[in-house]
């Protein structure tokens, strides 16, 4: 059975704090993928990453980076200096090889104060 | 950039109707998905369609239908909406190669049943 977890439901952070999202799965497969999405309070969820479960390397794009650990079946998102802009609900995702859709986690919600 | 659209952002039916949900890509994608999102669920599989005239039952199939007639159109239908079907319901495509490619979503349509 394929699962994800988000064990935070709501962060509340001050602006330019760094933040950690948590994402832990389950699946028996080996080869799948994972998924980070923003959903910014007008609804449309916004596609962040997509990462292979054989590549295992870290990832940064400006603020954000993505830690990405197979031992602990665990993918991590970070923002740096976080800004109220990245207010939103996040949710974590994960694509088994042989089926074609995503298996969400229940979301995280982030509120950044100024 | 991909283009997912969904007919309404927000709709209100009464119990017993029947509803009809449209969604309109403009990428060519093969895949096509309807999600129902709620509260600490997260959101839930209801149907996607790989193909023209294909469909397949997602995780929450009970109480919808679906229709693809034409590869860039994935209609969802409520045959008799129910107030348990108040919901975000979310529209999403992708491509059929790579499995597990990216899929993109459209904003959303918040439904109310009254």
């Known amino acids: 059975a394929q699962k994800v977890t988000q064990a935070q439901t709501e962060i509340s952070v001050v602006e330019k704090e760094d933040v950690t999202l948590d994402c832990v799965y389950e699946?028996?497969?080996?080869?799948?993928?994972l998924f980070w999405y923003k959903q910014p309070p007008s609804g449309e969820l916004v596609f962040l990453i997509r990462r292979n479960s054989f590549d295992e390397q870290n990832e940064i794009s400006g603020r954000y980076s993505w830690n990405f650990q197979k031992s602990t079946s665990s993918f991590n998102f970070t923002i740096t200096a976080s800004q109220v802009v990245d207010s939103a609900v996040y949710f974590c995702?994960?694509?088994?090889?042989?089926?074609?859709?995503?298996?969400f986690g229940q979301g995280t919600r982030l509120t950044i104060n100024p | 950039d991909v283009k997912v659209t969904q007919s309404s952002r927000y709709l209100v039916k009464r119990t017993g109707e029947k509803v009809f949900l449209e969604c309109v890509q403009d990428m060519d994608h093969e895949n096509m998905f309807w999600y129902r999102q709620d509260p600490g669920l997260g959101l839930r599989l209801i149907y996607f369609?790989?193909?023209?005239?294909?469909?397949e039952k997602g995780d929450i199939p009970e109480g919808y239908s679906v229709s693809r007639e034409k590869k860039e159109r994935f209609s969802l239908i409520l045959e008799s909406a129910s107030t348990n079907q108040t919901s975000m319901y979310l529209c999403?495509?992708?491509?059929?190669?790579?499995?597990?490619?990216?899929?993109?979503f459209g904003p959303g349509t918040r439904l109310t049943v009254l």
């Open positions: 995702a994960l694509s088994p090889k042989r089926a074609q859709k995503l298996v």
């Open positions: 999403a495509s992708s491509s059929r190669v790579p499995v597990g490619d990216t899929q993109y």
């Open positions: 369609s790989y193909d023209v005239k294909m469909k």
């Open positions: 699946t028996r497969d080996t080869t799948y993928y």
